[in-house]
RNA sequence: GACCCGUUCGUCUAAUGGUUAGGACUCCAGAUUUUCAUUCUGGCAAUAGGGGUUCGACUCCCCUACGGGUUGCCA
């Protein structure tokens, strides 16, 4: 019976969340989640000049954003009294000695054997001493390194597999010296492919895509994004790409994890969120879109343009003729009805048409008798009606334009429409 | 420089020694749609290079090239 798992996500703070990191934080939660175990969120902040209120907060709204649900949060800067105990036995073991006011730990001369969950046997010899000088654990003011803490941690945390940035493949010898030192058993570890810009380059806090937070401003839906990065460096194996959170918990394993780096694609990034937007029920798009527009369309306005949409940043534009009694007439589908001679005089005999309608419920209907009634196809009248209607060549079906402005305020769009004609 | 990891269409990826090397995004063409979007069909496009091993290599081994990472009293 082995012990349940424990995974953790220890960031510091840094005041944004790292596209890198979120996926590190995913990968982790969903592979706790999958093995029914439990998930940590631990805050390095021992580097005091960035651990602000602000960068701490980054995280945990980073993370609540995505819905993922710790244990936690730990801190490091509380814990320095467990430091200082677990320092002591590596004094004891002598394995650490003083040079220029820090202390060292005094690494095994041996290479050192790993096995990891993702890139599987990686070997680092410890041998020649001038390649892997011994390591400072602790700081001549008295603070602790990053090594040494965050061994200590996973240690005391009970933590059973630590997933984490291939950044870090070359740190893990070092950790397994330390745990050994401590007569401990190891955490395994799995190291995940870093996550490039499109042309390859690091991603670092300034590039496009980089921050979390940035994501829900620029339109995307959470469970969108959590999507795309969980298929940056992971594929389900089959052709399957659009996941709840709940059939990504399902499908995913560190062994389908990838070894090379993944550049960030905008495009397709914008595609996923395109599906999820698609997939949403009208409800839960009203919910959605709403929180993105400064004026408050109604709910049928905007369900009326979820299919329209890739982004939720759009939905504003794609609304707002139905607010504006004053919406601009474009000018390339203006002239375009202008070629048509007899646009003007279908759309005269249809303003009559709808006039003597009593019933408003389905007044898509009569457009096709009244372009008929004068000898035209339906599509020569339905082309400049839309343009009436919204002044746009594109946008949502013409039934749910036509009832959502209602039966005058469509007769005095036809007319402002038809002077323009003249 | 040294050490480590990697390399399949432009991008994300599938193919655990035998496939016409598959899917997705983008792009192009066509169908559907009044239009745009959606949807559908078709198309362009890849095993970094060179040596082995093997009847047979994207897959295993070696070399080279390229990319990334590490090399702190940062995390």
């Not at 004094?91 to 599987?120: H, N, S």
């Not at 602790?144 to 997933?163: K, R, S």
């Not at 007569?183 to 980089?210: C, F, W």
């Not at 089959?238 to 070894?259: G, H, M, P």
Request: proline fraction near 5%; glycine fraction near 8%; aromatic fraction near 10%.
């Amino acid at each position: 019976m082995s012990a349940p798992v424990r995974t953790r996500f220890a960031p510091s703070p840094t005041g944004y969340l790292h596209l890198g990191g979120a996926r590190t934080a995913l990968f982790n939660w969903l592979y706790a989640k999958k093995l029914g175990g439990t998930f940590v969120l631990r805050v390095e902040d021992t580097d005091e000049a960035r651990n602000t209120e602000e960068a701490r907060a980054a995280i945990f709204e980073g993370m609540e954003w995505m819905g993922l649900a710790w244990e936690g949060p730990f801190y490091q800067s509380e814990r320095s009294d467990i430091y200082l105990k677990w320092f002591e036995k590596l004094v004891t073991a002598d394995r650490v000695y003083e040079d220029d006011g820090a202390w060292r730990f005094r690494f095994d001369r041996k290479p050192i054997t790993m096995q990891d969950l993702v890139c599987g046997e990686v070997t680092i010899d410890y041998t020649d001493e001038s390649n892997t000088p011994d390591m400072v654990v602790r700081r001549s003011d008295g603070s602790f390194v990053f090594h040494f803490v965050n061994v200590v941690d996973d240690l005391t945390m009970g933590i059973t597999h630590v997933i984490r940035g291939e950044d870090h493949l070359m740190n893990t010898p070092k950790h397994l010296q330390l745990i050994e030192a401590f007569g401990e058993t190891a955490p395994q570890y799995a190291h995940i492919p870093l996550i490039l810009n499109s042309d390859g380059s690091k991603m670092s806090k300034r590039d496009v895509g980089a921050a979390l937070g940035d994501y829900s401003k620029q339109g995307f839906s959470s469970p969108a994004v959590v999507n795309f990065i969980a298929l940056l460096g992971w594929s389900p194996k089959d052709d399957s790409e659009i996941f709840s959170l709940q059939e990504l918990i399902e499908k995913f394993s560190l062994e389908s994890v990838n070894r090379s780096p993944g550049r960030f694609d905008a495009e397709k990034c914008e595609w996923v969120n395109q599906q999820h937007l698609l997939a949403l029920t009208p409800d839960k798009f009203v919910e959605a879109a709403a929180g993105y527009c400064e004026t408050t369309p109604t709910p049928e306005m905007l369900k009326s343009i979820q299919e329209k949409v890739s982004l939720l940043t759009q939905v504003p534009d794609a609304v707002s003729f139905y607010l504006d009694p004053e919406y601009p007439i474009d000018s390339e589908p203006l002239a375009k009805v202008k070629g048509n001679d007899s646009a003007g005089a279908l759309l005269t005999a249809l303003a009559e048409t709808f006039q003597g309608l009593t019933d408003w419920s389905d007044p898509k209907s009569v457009i096709g008798s009244t372009a008929k009634a004068h000898g035209a196809k339906p599509g020569q009248l339905m082309f400049p009606l839309r343009i009436a209607l919204s002044g746009k060549a594109g946008g949502p079906d013409l039934g749910a334009i036509l009832e959502i402005l209602g039966k005058e305020e469509c007769l005095r769009r036809i007319q402002r429409f038809t002077a323009l004609l003249s």
